[in-house]
């Protein structure tokens, strides 16, 4: 990585009232003294309602860090961050937002259901609506005729698939997601990116995820923000000029390939430069 700051990121301008996400200059540091690190440099980018926006970058650049700033599992050094136009915490009470993280983390001694169901029991929700919500959200996901049965017995894949159902059981507008697929194989990866758009098409949520993936990024994204690594800076931001209705044969298009390329190429001289390795 060298000293130079990023090129200037030219974000179109969004309303206020349409911005979901609002990240200002945000820096993190952990640590002081001679143990001081710097996670995240004046990080600004903004995400509106019904975006698809990803934060893609090589392994330690900030992306995890900046989602849980998103998610008031961590508050900025400097900076501010808002989510639906007010302070994290306080839209985190006010559930405007679902977690999914890399690991599923369903309890094992509940079943499907109940593990769907949990975040609606904890606010007190009556049973009959509990299982109305439940029923739709298993039905969404594919699995309607799991929901009986119990997270050990279900493949990693599914257990994502109830994890998403899960983080969708309050009907939070914003949906956060950490890397939920890395764990993965290929073909089960790409099916549940075909499941990931289709969810945002039926429920019209907004989705700010993280990958490392170049390809991922390309095929599920509106926008794609990219980070340089050490200390993590918004190195640029692309929109995926790709059609909005993706298929698996969108990854075998010229069109595709070509975007790989132009990301790829973001960090080719640092990645030279600093013997940073390459990630996708």
């Known amino acids: 990585m060298t000293s130079q700051s990023p090129a200037p990121i030219h974000q179109a301008v969004i309303p206020s009232a349409n911005k979901l996400i609002d990240v200002d200059h945000v820096s993190v540091v952990f640590g002081s003294g001679s ?18 926006v990803s934060l893609l970058g090589p392994s330690g650049c900030g992306k995890s860090t900046l989602l849980r700033l998103v998610a008031d599992l961590l508050q900025p050094t400097t900076g501010s961050v808002r989510v639906a136009e007010q302070e994290p915490r306080r839209a985190r009470m006010q559930r405007q937002f679902g977690i999914v993280f890399q690991t599923p983390a369903l309890f094992d001694w509940r079943t499907i259901r109940r593990n769907v169901e949990l975040p609606l029991e904890l606010l007190g929700t009556p049973r009959k609506e509990c299982r109305r919500i439940s029923d739709e959200l298993l039905e969404l996901v594919g699995l309607t005729r799991f929901a009986d049965h119990y997270p050990w017995q279900l493949s990693g894949g599914m257990q994502q698939r109830v994890s998403i159902a899960r983080a969708l059981a309050l009907d939070p507008p914003l949906l956060l997601m950490d890397e939920p697929f890395s764990a993965l194989d290929e073909f089960t990866k790409e099916k549940l990116q075909l499941e990931l758009l289709q969810i945002k098409r039926s429920t019209g949520k907004t989705f700010l995820f ?58 080719h001289e640092e990645r030279d430069a600093s013997n940073v390795p390459a990630f996708g």
Request: negative net charge; charged residues 15%; glycine residues 2%.
């Open 210 to 267: 993280v990958t490392h993936s170049i390809p991922e990024a390309i095929f599920l994204s509106d926008r794609i923000i990219v980070l340089s690594a050490h200390p993590g800076q918004v190195h640029s931001i692309h929109n995926v000029h790709l059609p909005a209705e993706r298929q698996s044969e969108l990854r075998e298009t010229e069109a595709f390939y070509q975007m790989i390329t132009t990301i790829r190429n973001c960090f």
């Open 35 to 52: 143990q001081q690190v710097t996670a995240l440099s004046s990080v600004t980018f903004h995400v509106a309602s019904n975006e698809f």
